[in-house]
């Protein structure tokens, strides 16, 4: 039986690209579909009725929405290459980092990012306290999966590629010589060859998020 | 084969999400040992089982700490295959994973928004929250008994607070979520739901919640302006 999977995306989104290097990782074809999300499209809607976001997969027809949802899904259908180990508590381990991303540290960012005056303040040392416990995490392991990415790398691998645009748009430095473990880990995560092949282009980034940067912080 | 390893519970006595764990782990028929932690005077031993966090619960399985609920149960359905909790086909799992997620982010914080906020504020987390709920509604529409069919299972868990917890919030804040001629099955699904012999046994007590969320939403609610 033919096997149809789609990815629903955009060009940039760190949600959809832990995806494709999910994807990319078990071999797995698909074809992508770069959606405007100022203009959605009728089969979007269609496929995520409820979120009207990116990415959803579809898979023969059955469309899947929430990127960890996604991920996981993904690592249960196709079972070469995991990303989630065996064992239930080092499966637990993985999860929980993937949490700790998504609703913790990213945010932190964002805001630290997005925000001005005290706010900012406090995002970036929320941002900083909660680097240090992902810090502490990766010490003694090349990869939060060990000696092989899993799940925690592909959820955490958004800070590889688009910290250094943050940065180099704010002239901030968040991700600084008091990680040295995190930035390790970035340099091996952007070294592999399904990782560094499936990259948004860099410039692109910076132009995109320096125009968000300054609806965020219009000049006075 | 039984699974080894001595199983605790580190919780609340008023918590959803220390809840959720005790009905999974009684349907699945564990035996454990529930430690009360005072949240607001955090003991050394929660600092060390959830460092990042500091929150229950915390599972401890053989000595290993497990945090966050959603984790939590699954880590349970993989351990302890008896009663299983989640599907066993990826799509299904898939869906029970997706309106976990949004149930928690959509009805969740929009309730406890509603309980502690006023005015045009609450009007709006009210709004959402009903919202949310109509999809909820409609993914009950034609099952049997339960999120998980025949039995109860993780879809069930992570939204069995709004059996018990939210009337006690719609009391408190004033504010009605579930209208029953608008939420039939919803409605139909919280009476099977508390009338299952593992959750009608394992509950916090009304009338101590009652005036715990009034406290709580007040001193949220203050700090919340200005």
């Known amino acids: 039986m033919a096997e149809e999977v789609k990815l629903f995306k955009t060009w940039s989104t760190p949600f959809g690209l832990r995806v494709v290097w999910a994807l990319k990782l078990k071999g797995i074809q698909y074809d992508a579909i770069d959606e405007d999300l100022s203009n959605k499209s009728a089969l979007l809607l269609q496929y995520n009725p409820v979120y009207k976001k990116v990415p959803v997969l579809v898979h023969n027809g059955k469309p899947i929405s929430e990127s960890l949802v996604i991920l996981e899904y993904i690592d249960e259908t196709w079972k070469q290459n995991p990303i989630l180990p065996e064992d239930p508590l080092e499966k637990a381990r993985e999860r929980f980092w993937a949490k700790f991303n998504d609703e913790k540290l990213l945010p932190s960012i964002w805001d630290a990012f997005t925000k001005e005056g005290k706010e900012r303040e406090e995002a970036i040392a929320t941002s900083l306290e909660n680097l240090k416990f992902v810090e502490e995490e990766l010490k003694g392991k090349i990869f939060f999966g060990g000696e092989k990415i899993g799940l925690a790398d592909l959820v955490f691998g958004w800070l590889a590629n688009l910290i250094c645009v943050f940065e180099e748009v704010t002239g901030f430095k968040i991700i600084d010589e008091r990680f040295p473990v995190l930035l390790a880990w970035m340099q091996e995560f952007l070294e592999l060859p399904i990782i560094k092949d499936n990259l948004p282009p860099h410039d692109k980034l910076v132009i995109k998020y320096q125009a968000l940067y300054e609806k965020y912080h219009p000049a006075k | ?226």
């Open chain 2, 1 to 226: 084969m039984a699974v080894e390893g001595e199983v605790k519970l580190l919780g609340f006595w008023v918590s959803p999400f220390v809840f959720r764990v005790e009905w999974a782990l009684k349907i699945k028929g564990v035996k454990y040992k529930y430690i009360e932690e005072d949240i607001f005077n955090k003991s050394t031993l929660l600092q060390e089982l959830n460092p990042v966090l500091k929150k229950v619960p915390v599972l401890v399985h053989d000595g290993k700490a497990i945090a966050e609920s959603f984790v939590i149960l699954e880590y349970v359905d993989e351990t302890w295959k008896q009663n299983p909790l989640l599907p066993q086909d990826p799509y299904h799992r898939a869906v029970a994973r997706f309106w976990a997620k949004f149930a928690e982010e959509k009805i969740l914080e929009g309730a406890w928004n509603a309980l502690c906020s006023q005015g045009e504020e609450k009007q709006k987390a009210l709004q959402q929250t009903i919202e949310a709920m109509e999809k909820i509604e409609g993914e009950l529409e034609g099952k049997q008994q339960f999120f998980g069919g025949e039995n109860i299972g993780y879809l069930d868990i992570i939204l069995g607070w709004i059996s018990y917890y939210l009337p006690v919030w719609e009391e408190v804040g004033s504010m009605q979520i579930i209208d029953p001629v608008k939420f039939p099955a919803i409605t139909a699904w919280i009476n099977r739901f508390l009338k299952h012999p593992v959750i009608k046994d394992t509950l916090p007590p009304r009338e101590k919640m009652l005036v715990y969320f009034h406290q709580r939403s007040k001193a949220l609610g203050s700090t919340s302006h200005g």
